[in-house]
């Protein structure tokens, strides 16, 4: 059964740091990349981040770049998410999501992708 499993979120203040995980089932992360989507009260879900399985990572949300970084870990299966320097904009449910390519694509379009977990809440207060 395919699966993704998020874990990791939770309340932080300003400035702190959170690392999320992304465990999979049923599939291999030497073929499939994972993406992060997030989705903030009242707005539409949006890409955050996609890595492959050499973990390079291209960056769809340009609010976090250089301060988020996302790697796979192919012997555990899991994906991460490090957040660095939250600010409370970043306030948002995470999800981790898989549209089985095998390369980032330029765009993350949520309609491209079947297969997700349920989320976990990151909470940035100020």
């Known amino acids: 059964q395919v699966q993704l499993v998020e874990s990791g979120g939770g309340l932080v203040h300003s400035g702190g740091s959170l690392r999320l995980s992304c465990v999979v089932s049923?599939?291999?992360?030497?073929?499939?990349?994972i993406t992060w989507f997030r989705q903030a009260p009242g707005k539409e879900r949006e890409g955050v981040l996609c890595?492959?399985?050499?973990?390079?990572?291209?960056v769809y949300a340009d609010s976090v770049r250089g301060r988020f970084t996302a790697t796979s870990d192919k012997a555990k299966n899991t994906a991460y998410l490090q957040m660095n320097n939250l600010e409370p904009e970043a306030t948002a449910v995470y999800y981790c999501?898989?549209?089985?390519?095998?390369?980032?694509?330029?765009?993350?379009?949520?309609?491209?992708?079947?297969?997700w977990g349920r989320g976990a809440q990151v909470t940035v207060s100020s």
């Open positions: 999501a898989t549209n089985w390519n095998n390369k980032c694509t330029g765009t993350a379009q949520e309609a491209d992708f079947y297969t």
């Open positions: 890595v492959d399985r050499i973990n390079s990572a291209t």
């Open positions: 049923g599939f291999t992360l030497d073929y499939s990349t």
